[in-house]
């Protein structure tokens, strides 16, 4: 007779964690073992890293979530190897090889002269393996369909594209970018514009912003974690909701005010800047996302959950 399977007990858990993403699986089957070691109720990546890419996935467990899209729209960097003479369906390691061209004698200036036409505000043609979609179905599973789709070329912004070393078959480079661009589109136009072609053989992302300089956790860190120090090891791996946007405009409110605003209710007065903050209570606490007019009128836009059972401990006179 088999055993009866053991139900995972989810938790509501708050925060975010900076993942060490290994190369092999994809994004969402990492979110997913991430997910049951801390047993969340709910969590989200902040863009996914491709198969073959590692490095640097924010994970947002429970409230966390509604400011996962600010993280995906950030800008980003990454380290790649690109193979030269070779181009792939896939515009890396993983796809089917579509050519292969002799290696040209590059020189430091071809390349470097290369580079900065696909820096700056570029027209880019997104990869055909990519989780962009057409008629509500990602284009990776009509490529893989054998469908072939006419997609156009998108604005994208490359705020650097550097050499960091060179052989005769490949080019290390760094990356600089913002929303939406493709490090595999990129290598794959840089090959073409060097005459051999090229695509991704390595790619790792160093950060999102705001974490320049993050301190990212493998998954056979958490696991040893988990086994050693149960939940409130794992936990204290854990940033706080705040340190997600820790460059946006805050506006701090007294206890009444922040109690207002989790009842829904607009607050009048001469709040600044227009446009976009994060609501604090007076312990620094984050409220949410909130967003002011033109006459200084701060209203919610997506606030967290213990912003609407906020308790009003000051006088009325307080406001």
Same mark, same amino acid.
């Given at each position: ?128 393996? /990519?989780?962009?979609?057409?008629? $509500? &179905?990602? #284009?990776?599973?009509? =490529?893989?369909?054998? +469908?072939?789709?006419? %997609? ?32 595999? /589109?990129?290598?794959?136009?840089? $090959? &073409?514009? #060097?005459?051999?072609? =090229?695509?991704?053989? +390595?790619?790792?992302? %160093? ?53 207002? %605003? ?58």
């Amino acid at each position: 007779m088999s055993k009866p399977r053991t139900r995972h007990r989810f938790r509501k858990l708050h925060g975010i964690l900076l993942l060490d993403k290994p190369s092999g699986p994809s994004s969402n089957q990492v979110l997913q073992k991430v997910r049951h070691l801390f047993r969340a109720e709910k969590a989200g990546h902040t863009g996914a890293l491709d198969p073959l890419a590692t490095g640097l996935l924010p994970v947002c467990f429970g409230e966390a979530t509604k400011i996962a899209g600010h993280l995906l729209g950030a800008s980003k960097a990454y380290e790649t190897v690109a193979r030269l003479g070779i181009t792939t369906d896939s515009d890396d390691a993983e796809g089917q090889i579509l050519r292969e061209r002799p290696l040209p004698a590059l020189s430091e200036a071809n390349i470097q002269a290369a580079l900065a036409k696909l820096t700056g505000r570029i027209q880019q043609v997104p990869p055909m393996y /990519s989780a962009l979609k057409r008629g $509500g &179905e990602p #284009l990776y599973a009509k =490529a893989r369909r054998g +469908e072939t789709i006419e %997609l156009e070329a998108r604005q994208v912004d490359v705020h650097a594209f550097s050499l960091l070393a060179a052989t005769p078959a490949t080019l290390r480079l760094a990356v600089e970018c913002g929303s939406g661009t493709y490090v595999r /589109s990129l290598v794959r136009d840089l $090959g &073409e514009l #060097l005459g051999c072609g =090229a695509h991704v053989a +390595e790619l790792r992302r %160093l950060w999102v912003e705001p974490f320049r300089t993050p301190r990212m956790w493998t998954l056979e860190e958490l696991q040893a974690l988990a086994e050693q120090g149960g939940e409130a090891a794992l936990d204290a791996c854990l940033l706080p909701i705040e340190a997600g946007m820790a460059a946006w405009p805050k506006v701090q409110l007294d206890a009444l005010q922040a109690h207002r %605003l989790g009842q829904g209710q607009a607050l009048k007065g001469a709040f600044l800047p227009c446009g976009d903050v994060l609501a604090c209570d007076r312990q620094g606490r984050a409220l949410g996302i909130a967003q002011i007019d033109e006459n200084g009128i701060l209203r919610g836009k997506r606030l967290f959950s213990w912003a609407a059972v906020t308790t009003a401990s000051a006088s009325a006179t307080e406001v």
